[in-house]
């Protein structure tokens, strides 16, 4: 498995505003997910890209993929206090065979949406 | 529906003392199992995972063991807890893929466990 790595660590901004978070891995993927953690609680799934997908929208987030860069980005548009959360990538390899294993995760992007 | 229960949520403990931190998932079966440890302010390592009863794979080398007695449960336990097993520990399940393709990886994440060794 392999570990994405969130950039910027903290971003702090208005609500109303735009968030964009992005990741950044070492080796080839079949697809890359976006996980959200509020404050003590477990992660939630967001949203997950192919290999072979370069965009995906889901409500007002936005997910793109550069596999030749091996980047993504997470945009989430019109921003609310809610959004506040930390949000963290998985880069996935899935193997052959059975059990392909385990997602690891980086430091995450700390999100801070001011009212 | 697929849920996934983890207990207890808050833990106290003293220096030296054993530790069992529990994790069921329900609406599902054969599931591939995780535990994750998440220290203050830091990101998620993880810490053991499972791909069947008894079949468990460790990550990192610690003062912890895990067990999977039954298909759905998964148990994180300590003989004699450190300081340094103070975190948020967070159990997870995701599907089992039989072939290549049929599974995303997705993870599903119980709401964890605060433990606190004073």
């Known amino acids: 498995s392999q570990q994405g790595e969130e950039d910027p660590q903290a971003l702090s901004i208005q609500e109303g505003e735009n968030a964009t978070m992005n990741c950044s891995y070492k080796?080839?993927?079949?697809?890359l997910q976006w996980y959200r953690q509020n404050s003590g609680r477990g992660l939630v799934h967001l949203i997950l890209?192919?290999?072979?997908?370069r965009e995906k929208h889901s409500g007002r987030l936005r997910v793109t993929l550069d596999t030749s860069k091996k980047s993504s980005s997470l945009l989430i548009t019109a921003s609310r206090a809610a959004d506040t959360a930390s949000y963290f990538c998985a880069p996935v390899h899935i193997a052959g065979g059975t059990s392909y294993g385990k997602l690891t995760f980086g430091q995450g992007t700390i999100l801070t949406v001011h009212p | 529906s697929q849920t996934i229960h983890q207990w207890p949520a808050t833990l106290v403990q003293p220096v030296g003392s054993p530790l069992s931190l529990e994790c069921t998932v329900e609406g599902t079966s054969n599931p591939n199992l995780y535990w994750y440890r998440q220290a203050a302010g830091r990101g998620l390592q993880l810490l053991f995972y499972s791909v069947g009863i008894g079949q468990i794979s460790s990550e990192v080398p610690q003062n912890l063991s895990a067990s999977r007695p039954q298909d759905r449960q998964f148990i994180l336990s300590s003989k004699k807890l450190l300081l340094s097993d103070s975190g948020f520990y967070l159990c997870a399940w995701s599907v089992r893929a039989k072939q290549r393709g049929d599974s995303t990886g997705e993870l599903f994440f119980g709401e964890g466990s605060r433990l606190t060794v004073l």
């Open positions: 890209i192919r290999s072979n997908e």
């Open positions: 080796t080839s993927i079949n697809n």
